[in-house]
């Protein structure tokens, strides 16, 4: 399955169902609603997808967003926060989240699980990196200590993150939602790379599963904390599905398949047609663009 998220048109969208349309009339039977969906565009959702005009393969938390706010916050409320009040925002937007992917008849939910409290060492290394300085003493030296920083403060973030993922798999076992763990870009946020299989073992069953993002493990890659298609292989048993997009060297992301360096034959062994496969791509695409990504990502991978 594949489908194209609404990140790529919905802030140029007064209407849901125009902003589904358009996303149809490039061939897409499935559209996911990422988060940057403002609730007065749901009404049209809603009708595009009751009108059988397409279907919605997953939606992003948070989805709708919060009311008052406008602009695409993943992160607005952190299921790892000190906060007990942000917390409880965070559990009460990602169950709206389930409801309307429920409504909607979706396959699953996206989300985020939070991040380590510490400094942002993701932005400095990246800046190194550009800089051609990923072999100096200096950035290793970063490297070391970035690791070392999470692995000390690690635990009680976890422990409150893990602990939302609980309330929110009841919830969404009662609806048949699954939920999808992303893989993310900076290296603060949670969980770490070497950290998802306990997880994926300690909410075992079929409700909780691997969500893959392309470009957030790529640079991962280029800036020498995993090897991608070694992390996608390890995680191949749990893995639902994917975000996929290009990245340019070392950390310009969501750019069409084939405009930048992903190797996406290297991923090919561990793509099912039963995943279901986004196309996550920016706001700034060109619809050419967008097509030839597409099919240069099918040529690899396959139509199905």
């Known amino acids: 399955m594949y489908s194209l998220s609404t990140c790529w048109n919905s802030t140029r969208h007064t209407d849901g169902r125009a902003m589904l349309r358009e996303i149809r009339d490039l061939g897409f039977e499935y559209a996911e609603l990422s988060h940057g969906i403002r609730i007065s565009l749901l009404p049209g959702v809603i009708e595009a997808v009751d009108a059988g005009e397409i279907k919605i393969s997953t939606l992003h938390n948070f989805c709708p967003l919060p009311i008052g706010v406008n602009y695409a916050a993943p992160n607005l409320f952190k299921f790892s926060s000190l906060d007990q009040r942000e917390r409880e925002n965070a559990y009460r937007h990602s169950l709206k ?9 979706a396959h699953l939910v996206v989300l985020h699980m939070g991040c380590i409290e510490m400094k942002d060492y993701t932005d400095k290394l990246i800046e190194m990196v550009e800089a051609g300085n990923r072999e100096s003493s200096k950035y290793q030296k970063l490297c070391q200590e970035v690791e070392e920083k999470r692995e000390q ?5 976890v422990q409150l993150a893990n602990g939302m993922l609980s309330r929110l798999v009841e919830q969404a076992e009662m609806r048949g939602i699954k939920l ?11 969980p770490l790379e070497s950290d998802f299989q306990f997880l994926l ?11 893959h ?6 640079i991962k890659e280029n ?42 034959a290297a991923l090919k062994p561990f793509v ?15 619809v050419e663009d967008l097509q030839a990504g597409v099919a240069y990502l099918k040529s690899i991978w396959g139509g199905v």
């Not at 999808?180 to 949670?190: D, F, Q, T």
């Not at 496969?277 to 700034?284: A, H």
């Open 153 to 157: 403060k690690k635990d009680k973030f």
């Open 272 to 286: 099912r047609p039963d995943h279901i496969k986004v196309f996550e791509l920016s706001p700034g695409v060109p």
């Open 97 to 105: 989240t389930i409801e309307t992917a429920a409504r909607l008849r």
């Open 213 to 218: 993002d392309t470009g957030h493990a790529q």
């Open 223 to 264: 800036l020498g904390f995993i090897r991608h298609a070694m992390h996608l292989e390890s995680m191949s048993e749990y893995l639902a599905g994917f975000h996929i997009h290009d990245v340019q060297f070392p950390a310009h992301d969501h750019c069409p398949p084939g405009a930048g360096t992903i190797d996406f």
């Open 201 to 211: 073992r300690e909410f075992n069953g079929s409700t909780v599963r691997y969500w």
């Open 180 to 190: 999808g763990i992303e893989n993310r870009e900076a290296l603060e946020e949670i």
